[in-house]
């Protein structure tokens, strides 16, 4: 075992001030350690480098799938099992799945920590033999009710299945959704889902990360025992290149006439991977543009012009690391508001990003609210142990993670200007437009 | 490949502890706090005698409407200079309502919340309040209602509250009201309100590293210009069950899915049965392997996830199914439902399903409890119903030693199918028919 050590560092200049301590085993699965004895639990999490991206035409919603099938028993676990054990020794779990990932966690009473791995492994090495049609298509129905529920049934609740292919071309990886298509769900047999397992939950293609009330030693000891068998898979296909101009070249709009309360928009534009130091801009622009109740979106069009309804305005960074990632800005028109008028009224507010310099006021108001934010997004193990897997997967290095709060802290006022001009003008623009059925 | 086909054992069980509480009085008021040492952020959080439930019949919604005017600025400042100085200690004010209290809360690191708790009580206790804002926000907040209303779910709730505290003056209302009675809140309503329920102490709760915080400070800026004693709690509301059950049907076309909401008045929080009760709805419908969720949506699949508990406040309960099927299996769903309550209450809960619920809702107590949120929740909790400071010890042991006899009495007890309310929400046209053989239909408008 090869081992690295990072030494934690003072609070002023890290987001991570906790030891992290990684290890590699032969098969290829990474170990990342976070010890805190503060309290007296652990987090199991696996990061396996499989998403939505990686899903060819006609197999799409596979991943997220097997978010589900993950759950329903494996070599050495009943169905319905993992879930038992899990919650009956006082632990939590979920799992999710995006475009870039899929992750798996839960924070157990410490004790538990070797059950946890045990069931970590077992899913990781034995699902497939345990995989059944009952299963299958059992799982198949919760995902259609958890479209229905999540995205169909739900006013607006399509915003981000309309966005994904207006932002990104036909064949893009991130061009189609991860809940996907129940057709290409309904299409495929058992067999097709045991390949996907074969292929991409793989010990190579994952990382384990366990932070808490634990020593590294133990964990890479333990890693070691109930993972280190699981063979290695070679050849796992990468996702097509996401790589893309930045900023889009063209404007495209959509607009939808359905059941919902009131207009809405959603502007979007492409920007810059998550990662990259655009991207860091991206994000600090955000928190400018609409975090919070002295933003601009809200001081100028909820306050200010009193045109879009104040709780549902704001702007969001959506953080995708392998293309372009998306910058989402929506208002709800108040009544009596037409949607032009409240289009005007953002336009004007995206473009004075660009044309009106963001002042020292509103920097240091962004900056205070992202590190809030950051400090409240790892005070727990588990959102500490998401943040190494994903530093470790998309970056190859879990110690990055402590860089992002001072790479956020170290953006300036003209890193915004640059930003916002080269990503944010009208002529890159996806406008999706929702509008009540009886103003049809 | 081998994997370890034999399951571990547990390792040696940490011993769990509760985080040493501190209470100071101080310039005439109560702070209680809680030291979690190493954490970056601290949490307070003004809690008020200012519920929903002190609200005037015919005006629910008055608390909502102005936790909402709390940040169109105070005698010291205007709306943007107050966001910009709050936002600028990187807190945000999170003023909620429910049953019990009025809460104001933020967050922020450590060495910056003196600054955040004297904004925060600027704005709990020194509000402008201009009539022009407090219409505004009024009126706001009536449109936001209608767009939550126009998902599936606060039409249910408001369905299903309306029926079971029918004869309960203002707990007929859901928490925030609905729009007709927050469009009838009046600009006296609001300042009446704060006049009477805001200016009164409280308590603070404070949490995270103490070594970075003095409470003096705290206390000093939480309780400037209050006045008043607290006003002793009502009685219980009771717990009223009809002899049959019947069903509520509320229309909303097309909707793809049928959102069940099913329940019955329950005791409130102080029972003694608490712990019990608690158990018993997790086997039935709490954690993810309890019998309405594996029946309904891992052998069934028709549904993303359904749930069961009891809500329990200070002066009223009631036991809840909350589900969105799919429309076509409606009628296979709500009678699955009922047959899982009544089989539970009927023959009681089984030890290995007991293990679960015991270990997972002990164990919680410390997996959930993590964060400076997390522990001012949780002492929230001990002053809202006057539970000791070792009151979370005292619960987990009580988890642990709960016996299959108990938690199988509680859900005799406190499990009522034969008296349920059913709640459906879903496309009425479709759906009807199946409906009538659990009981008398009324549609009810909302």
């Not at chain 1, 036909?170 to 996907?180: K, L, M, N, V």
């Not at chain 2, 919604?61 to 105070?74: F, P, R």
């Not at chain 2, 699949?301 to 299996?329: D, H, L, N, W």
């Not at chain 2, 997972?360 to 959930?368: D, I």
């Amino acid at each position: 075992m090869g081992r690295v050590t990072s030494p934690s560092a003072p609070v002023a200049t890290t987001g991570y001030p906790w030891p992290i301590e990684s290890t590699r085993l032969a098969n290829g699965l990474r170990v990342v350690v976070s010890e805190d004895r503060t309290s007296p639990v652990v987090c199991v999490n696996l990061w396996y480098d499989v998403g939505s991206r990686h899903e060819p035409a006609g197999q799409t919603g596979f991943a997220h799938l097997f978010e589900h099938l993950m759950f329903e028993g494996s070599q050495h676990v009943r169905k319905t099992e993992h879930m038992r054990l899990v919650q009956g020794n006082g632990g939590s779990l979920n799992a999710t799945t995006n475009p870039d990932r899929t992750n798996y966690f839960e924070t157990m009473p410490a004790e538990h920590l070797e059950l946890a791995l045990w069931l970590e492994a077992d899913r990781m090495g034995g699902l497939v033999p345990a995989l059944t049609q009952e299963t299958l298509d059992n799982q198949r129905e919760v995902v259609k009710n958890e479209r229905r529920q999540r995205y169909d049934n739900v006013p607006y609740g399509d915003a981000w299945l309309r966005l994904l292919p207006l932002l990104y071309p036909q064949g893009h990886p991130y061009h189609h959704a991860t809940i996907g298509s129940m057709e290409d769900l309904n299409a495929a047999g058992l067999d097709t889902f045991k390949a996907f397992h074969q292929q991409y939950y793989a010990p190579n293609n994952a990382v384990l990360t366990v932070t808490g009330d634990v020593a590294a030693d133990e964990v890479f000891r333990l890693a070691e025992k109930y993972f280190g068998a699981i063979a290695a898979v070679t050849g796992i296909p990468a996702a097509p290149d996401g790589s893309l101009p930045i900023p889009a070249t063209a404007p495209v709009r959509e607009t939808v006439t359905a059941a919902v309360p009131a207009p809405r928009l959603y502007l979007s534009h492409r920007t810059y991977p998550f990662g990259t130091p655009g991207y860091d801009a991206i994000t600090v622009l955000a928190t400018v543009l609409g975090n919070g109740r002295g933003s601009r979106l809200y001081q100028r069009l909820a306050d200010g012009k009193r045109i879009a309804q104040p709780d549902y305005i704001g702007s969001y960074g959506v953080d995708l690391a392998h293309a372009p990632a998306p910058l989402i800005i929506t208002a709800t028109a108040k009544d009596g508001v037409d949607v032009a008028t409240l289009e005007a009224g953002l336009a004007e507010v995206v473009q004075s990003l660009a044309d009106e310099p963001v002042t020292d006021d509103e920097l240091n108001r962004a900056k205070a609210l992202l590190t809030t934010a950051w400090w409240r997004g790892v005070a727990t193990v588990g959102g500490r142990a998401d943040l190494l897997g994903r530093y470790a997967t998309q970056f190859g290095d879990p110690a990055a993670a402590g860089s992002r709060l001072p790479r956020w802290l170290a953006v300036t006022a003209d890193d915004l200007v640059a930003a916002a001009r080269e990503t944010l003008s009208p002529e890159s623009r996806v406008t999706l437009t929702y509008l009540p059925e009886e103003s049809a | 490949m081998t994997l370890i086909t034999v399951r571990p054992e547990p390792g040696a069980a940490r011993p769990y502890a509760f985080p040493a509480v501190r209470r100071i009085s101080a310039h005439g008021g109560t702070v209680i706090a809680a030291h979690l040492p190493g954490q970056v952020l601290a949490t307070a959080v003004l809690l008020l005698d200012a519920s929903a439930a002190r609200e005037t019949e015919g005006r629910e919604g008055t608390a909502t409407v102005l936790a909402k005017c709390l940040e169109e600025g105070t005698t010291a400042r205007d709306s943007a200079a107050y966001a910009l100085a709050l936002e600028g200690l990187g807190a945000e004010l999170s003023p909620s309502v429910d049953w019990d209290s009025f809460r104001v809360g933020v967050a922020a690191p450590a060495p910056l919340l003196a600054g955040a708790v004297r904004l925060a009580a600027e704005a709990a206790r020194t509000p402008k309040l201009d009539p022009a804002d407090v219409i505004r926000v009024r009126d706001d907040e009536v449109a936001a209602l209608k767009m939550d209303w126009a998902q599936p779910g606060p039409r249910a709730d408001a369905a299903l509250r309306a029926d079971l505290f029918a004869a309960d003056g203002r707990y007929r209302r859901p928490l925030h009201g609905d729009p007709a009675s927050v469009a009838a809140v009046s600009v006296d309503d609001v300042l009446e309100f704060h006049r009477s329920w805001m200016l009164r102490p409280g308590v603070l709760l404070v949490t995270g590293d103490l070594d970075e915080v003095d409470l003096d400070v705290l206390a000093e800026a939480a309780f400037a210009g209050t006045s008043g004693g607290l006003v002793a709690p009502e009685g219980p509301l009771g717990v009223p069950v009809p002899t049959r059950p019947h069903v509520l049907l509320v229309d909303r076309p097309g909707s793809v899915q049928s959102t069940l909401r099913l329940g019955h008045r329950a005791p409130e929080r102080a029972t003694p049965d608490y712990v019990p009760m608690t158990l018993a709805a997790t086997v039935l419908g709490g954690a993810f392997t309890s019998r309405l969720n594996h029946q309904i949506r891992e052998v069934k699949g028709y549904t993303y996830g359904i749930r069961g508990s009891y809500g329990m406040t200070r002066r009223a309960g009631r036991f809840e199914v909350a589900a969105s099927v799919q429309t076509a299996v409606t009628g296979p769903a709500v009678r699955d439902t009922l047959h899982e309550i009544a089989e539970t209450q009927a023959t009681g809960v089984t030890e290995a399903e007991l293990d679960v619920a015991r270990s997972w809702r002990a164990g919680q107590l410390s997996v959930e409890m993590q964060t400076p949120g997390a522990i001012a929740g949780a002492l929230a909790t001990l002053v809202v119903h006057g539970l000791p400071d070792d009151y979370y010890e005292r619960l987990r042991r009580e988890y642990l030693e709960a016996t299959v006899e108990q938690v199988s009495a509680a859900a005799a007890k406190h499990l009522a199918p034969g008296g349920l309310t059913l709640v459906v929400e879903g496309d009425a046209a479709v759906i009807r028919d199946e409906l009538a053989e659990f009981g008398e239909i009324t549609d009810v408008d909302l």
